[in-house]
């Protein structure tokens, strides 16, 4: 409906009928005339969500290394050669 002043008064208009405004296609890419929406997040944000999607903390193995750790077990010739191989491979 065109209301012009106070007594020109326009019926209803069609589905198909001349709307007002630039037609579809002449705006130039890339170009919008809405602002865009744009998130920030916090580094203590990044850091939560890192720490949400680590693995639980498996208390009895935790204490089974301490206690290996303190009875002088833990580390072992072949243990200390497994950690430098993967240290290699990943650095080569």
Known sequence: ????GTSIVHS???INAPHRGTA???TTAGTSTY???QVDISPQA???SLAHSLPEIR???VADIRAQIANGSYDTEE???VALDRLLDELA
């Open 24 to 26: 579809a296609g002449t």
């Open 35 to 37: 602002g865009t929406d």
């Open 79 to 81: 243990k200390l050669n």
């Open 59 to 61: 208390a009895d193995r």
């Open 12 to 14: 209803a208009q069609g």
């Open 1 to 4: 409906m065109y209301i012009q």
């Open 46 to 48: 990044e850091f939560l």
